[in-house]
């Protein structure tokens, strides 16, 4: 990809979840793209390793911060290392967030209160204090990786659902009061992902097949659909576009009426869909 028509070399792009699925390939396609990389994670060695190796690669400079968004001490110090080192922040990517199955009326009150804390907190908490220095510098790009079920809820999925449907609102509410400041905020919604977590779901193909009838581009996706999505909302070309939620999901959020039985033999994609192969 060239780098040109999103101009996003030189660039100061901090990444939150950075070893993760997703955030491993936003990592990566940044760097390809010139930006300067810095990576937040929990996990220290494996985002010391990733910084490394994109150094290494693509010969940008990056910067591996062990932090937990949910602890202000430590988001803060992350704010101070990425400005004493870069002297700006153009784009932050909240990415970490985590899924922990269970029926609502079985799930643990700290559970329902760790995925609020990772999945809604940890997001406003890194926008918040990077937001500061975007503030001052009148520009800068927040991206929250949301998901498709943040519009309808993904069922025995705990507090998922709930934080992420908080995310899009909070989001809206970021590009409201911070489009003044040059600031733009947009969550990005991946559904039907072919990630290193979720690819023994389609180890069995009538799974996968079930899955692709359903969607309205009849394919599942990839990291690469999702990562350009969000590189695209990092740069400049997306200028406009602020306070939205974007799916990207091959259309499946739009296919329910399809997926309603119909009577009487009526024709309905998903099921009467041959695929050409
Ligand atoms: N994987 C999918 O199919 C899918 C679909 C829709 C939406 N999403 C969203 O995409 C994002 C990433 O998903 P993934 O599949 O890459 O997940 P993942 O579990 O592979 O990666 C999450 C990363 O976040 C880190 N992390 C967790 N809590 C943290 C904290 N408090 N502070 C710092 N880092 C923390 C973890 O160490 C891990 O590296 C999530 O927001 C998820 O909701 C994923």
Redesign the pocket.
């Known amino acids: 990809m060239s780098d040109s028509w999103l101009g996003l070399k030189n660039k100061v792009v901090v990444i939150?979840?950075a070893?993760?699925?997703?955030?491993t390939k936003f990592s990566k396609d940044f760097a390809e793209q010139g930006a300067k990389v810095v990576l937040?994670?929990?996990?220290k060695d494996k985002t010391e390793a990733l910084a490394k190796k994109l150094t290494d690669e693509y010969g940008v400079e990056t910067l591996a911060l062990q932090?937990?968004?949910?602890n202000e001490k430590e988001v803060d110090q992350a704010v101070k290392t990425v400005v004493d080192k870069f002297g700006q922040v153009d784009v932050l990517v909240n990415?970490?967030?985590?899924?922990r199955f269970s029926p609502l009326e079985d799930l643990r009150l700290d559970e329902w209160k760790q995925a609020l804390d990772?999945n809604i907190t940890?997001y406003f908490l890194m926008s918040q204090r990077f937001g500061k220095i975007m503030i001052k510098q009148n520009h800068g790009t927040l991206i929250h990786?949301s998901?498709a079920a943040s519009l309808s809820p993904e069922t025995y999925s705990g507090a998922y659902s709930t934080t992420k449907a908080a995310v899009n609102m909070m989001s809206k509410q970021m590009a409201a009061e911070w489009g003044q400041f040059g600031i733009r905020s947009n969550t990005v919604l991946?559904?039907l992902?072919k990630?290193p977590?979720?690819e023994n779901f389609y180890s069995d193909p009538k799974v996968e097949d079930g899955r692709k009838r359903l969607v309205a581009s009849k394919r599942i996706g990839n990291l690469t659909d999702i990562s350009n999505t969000v590189l695209f909302l990092a740069s400049d070309r997306s200028d406009y576009t602020n306070g939205s939620e974007i799916p990207v999901d091959g259309g499946i959020h739009m296919m329910i009426s399809d997926m309603i039985p119909k009577p009487g033999g009526r024709r309905q994609y998903a099921i009467d869909h041959h695929d050409p192969k």
Do not use: F, K, R
């Not at 937040?40 to 996990?43: G, K």
């Open positions: 939150t979840g070893v993760g699925g997703m955030g937040v994670d929990l996990l932090c937990n968004t949910t990415t970490a967030a985590i899924l990772v940890g990786i998901t991946p559904c992902v990630t977590l979720s």
